[in-house]
């Protein structure tokens, strides 16, 4: 007899239909699972069989003949347990067929039968929702209840057990599942701007990075605060949209690092892996491909500190993300795109020892050895950068002022502001999307650039070398200063700030930066 399975896969972090198929056929006794296995999958045999025996089930020995298609398709992860096991019961008479023909079957089986906990859920409940299989149940396990369950409309069906499944299903009462009454989000980090003494420019800075998305490099010597600012700047960030937030689940989940109890992400995700990362772990990589550090920060924040003591080929492999807001990942027979649209920030000493440029301590390094360090970092890279922002250490009497700033509340009101300015200004264009990623075409049309304003950075531009890139990013940087004001229109004053992060010394700390800082 045949039984066919309505089931799901995620690829990169987008689930398709699989129809799970299986026959049970007379022969020699053996199970065959065929529609590119991978090794996990091939393994549900053993898991099946067990769940299926001490669930006080039959398995009759026959040859059992299991299809997943698309057959094209390279199947992974353990999600597939479920319904294989179904579609044996339906083959070998156990369970009727139109029991389960108003189901989509997910999930992984303990060897006692239990339902464990999977990964990519939430994809999975998105493609029952919108792609036409909305009118089916997606029975999944108790595990995933809450992060299916953030896409509205899917009906959800989570028995504990193999057994409590198959009853309920010869019944024709499958009993809807409801998430638990999850806790309030919890709170804001307590990491506030106002703990950090001086660095106004750095402040500054970082206000405009939050507002318009723009990629920014700090650079100071060691204990400037470097660390401690980046490490701030979600506390000014506003907080995830409905399908943002969903998008920023849905990694997480093929990832495997949802919170458990309690999936939702509300805060932008803030990534700082460290400087010993790999290729793939920064990027994504794996068989099957997973998501890395950039697409894990997707409307986030990827916060490299120590950024010249990573592996220079890892650092440039975020030039191409940084343009597309995506990574793509390519193999022999696949090509998997996660997205990746972060705001990078980097920190960076200025020399080897540190103290390029501290009038307090005296630098030990040669020249030559300074200019090594630096070329670590590619005028490519830099190019994509936003601002370079000098950060110079403080008077030990500055210290004594920490606590008495403003607050990140207070700055986070101005960003909200400013971002609402934008979406504003650009949902005529169908853009949604904050000045650091909108289209050229777009900015140009909808900047509105004053004259004396369009005057200065053509100038400025020409004197300072620019390239195409960087006269564009100068454009989105003063764009989102006149946001930040409250000015409909770019002035010479918003240039002319932006221009400060893209001086002729942006590529290292000069003296003069570091003692101003």
């Known amino acids: 007899m045949l039984a066919a399975i309505h089931s799901a896969a995620v690829l990169g972090i987008e689930a398709y239909d699989v129809t799970v198929e299986v026959d049970a056929a007379q022969g020699l006794p053996q199970w065959t699972i065929v529609g590119l296995p991978a090794g996990a999958v091939k393994e549900s045999r053993e898991r099946v069989g067990a769940a299926l025996v001490h669930s006080g089930f039959v398995v009759p020995p026959k040859r059992y003949t299991i299809n997943l298609a698309p057959a094209d398709r390279r199947k992974d992860g353990t999600a597939f347990d479920l319904p294989i096991a179904l579609g044996i019961l339906v083959a070998t008479g156990q369970l009727r067929a139109e029991a389960v023909e108003k189901i989509v079957a997910v999930g992984e089986l303990g060897l006692d039968g239990t339902l464990r906990a999977m990964r990519g859920a939430l994809p999975v409940s998105r493609r029952v929702a919108q792609h036409g299989t909305g009118a089916r149940t997606l029975v999944l396990p108790p595990a995933n209840v809450a992060e299916a369950a953030l896409v509205g409309?899917?009906?959800?069906?989570?028995?504990?057990?193999?057994?409590?499944?198959?009853?309920?299903?010869?019944?024709?009462?499958?009993?809807?599942?409801?998430?638990?009454?999850?806790?309030?989000?919890?709170?804001?980090?307590?990491?506030?701007?106002?703990?950090?003494?001086?660095?106004?420019?750095?402040?500054?800075?970082?206000?405009?990075?939050?507002?318009g998305g723009h990629n920014v490099i700090m650079v100071g010597p060691p204990g400037a605060g470097k660390t401690m600012l980046a490490r701030r700047l979600p506390s000014i960030l506003p907080a995830l949209t409905e399908s943002e937030a969903l998008d920023v689940t849905a990694i997480h989940s093929v990832a495997g690092v949802l919170a458990p109890g309690d999936p939702r992400i509300v805060a932008r995700p803030f990534r700082a892996p460290h400087h010993t990362?790999?290729?793939?772990?920064?990027?994504?990589?794996?068989?099957?491909?997973?998501?890395?550090?950039?697409?894990?920060?997707?409307?986030?924040?990827?916060?490299?500190?120590?950024?010249?003591?990573?592996?220079?080929?890892?650092?440039?492999?975020?030039?191409?993300?940084?343009?597309?807001?995506?990574?793509?990942?390519?193999?022999?027979?696949i090509a998997v795109a996660f997205p990746a649209r972060f705001t990078f920030v980097g920190a960076m000493n200025p020399c080897p020892?540190?103290?390029?440029?501290?009038?307090?301590?005296?630098?030990?390094?040669?020249?030559?050895?300074?200019?090594?360090?630096?070329?670590?970092?590619?005028?490519?890279?830099?190019?994509?950068?936003?601002?370079?922002?000098?950060?110079?250490?403080?008077?030990?009497?500055?210290?004594?002022?920490?606590?008495?700033?403003?607050?990140?509340?207070?700055?986070?009101?101005?960003?909200?502001?400013?971002?609402?300015?934008?979406?504003?200004?650009?949902?005529?264009?169908?853009?949604?999307?904050?000045?650091a990623h909108v289209s050229a075409r777009?900015?140009?049309?909808?900047?509105?650039?004053?004259?004396?304003?369009?005057?200065?950075?053509?100038?400025?531009?020409?004197?300072?070398?620019?390239?195409?890139?960087?006269?564009?990013?100068?454009?989105?940087?003063?764009?989102?200063?006149?946001?930040?004001?409250?000015?409909?229109?770019?002035?010479?004053?918003?240039?002319?700030?932006?221009?400060?992060?893209?001086?002729?010394?942006?590529?290292?700390?000069?003296?003069?930066?570091?003692r101003s800082g």
């Open 153 to 211: 409309g899917t009906a959800l069906a989570a028995p504990a057990t193999l057994r409590e499944l198959v009853a309920a299903l010869r019944r024709a009462q499958l009993a809807r599942a409801e998430p638990a009454v999850a806790p309030a989000p919890n709170a804001r980090e307590s990491l506030d701007f106002a703990d950090v003494a001086g660095q106004g420019t750095a402040k500054r800075a970082l206000e405009i990075a939050a507002a």
């Open 277 to 333: 990362i790999s290729d793939a772990g920064l990027i994504g990589g794996g068989n099957p491909p997973r998501p890395g550090e950039m697409s894990l920060a997707h409307h986030g924040i990827l916060f490299l500190d120590e950024l010249l003591e990573f592996r220079r080929h890892v650092v440039e492999s975020l030039r191409q993300p940084m343009e597309d807001g995506r990574v793509v990942i390519a193999r022999a027979a």
């Open 353 to 435: 020892c540190g103290n390029a440029g501290d009038a307090a301590r005296a630098c030990s390094c040669a020249a030559a050895d300074i200019a090594k360090y630096r070329a670590r970092l590619s005028g490519p890279m830099r190019d994509r950068v936003d601002m370079h922002v000098p950060v110079g250490a403080l008077p030990l009497a500055t210290l004594a002022s920490s606590g008495t700033g403003e607050r990140s509340e207070r700055i986070r009101e101005r960003v909200e502001r400013a971002r609402t300015r934008q979406l504003s200004r650009y949902v005529a264009s169908g853009e949604s999307l904050v000045n």
């Open 442 to 514: 777009t900015l140009q049309s909808s900047g509105n650039l004053s004259s004396n304003a369009r005057t200065l950075l053509a100038a400025s531009a020409e004197r300072l070398g620019l390239t195409a890139r960087g006269y564009h990013r100068v454009l989105r940087v003063s764009r989102t200063i006149a946001d930040l004001d409250g000015d409909a229109a770019v002035e010479s004053a918003h240039i002319a700030e932006a221009l400060r992060y893209r001086a002729p010394g942006h590529a290292g700390v000069t003296e003069s930066s570091s």
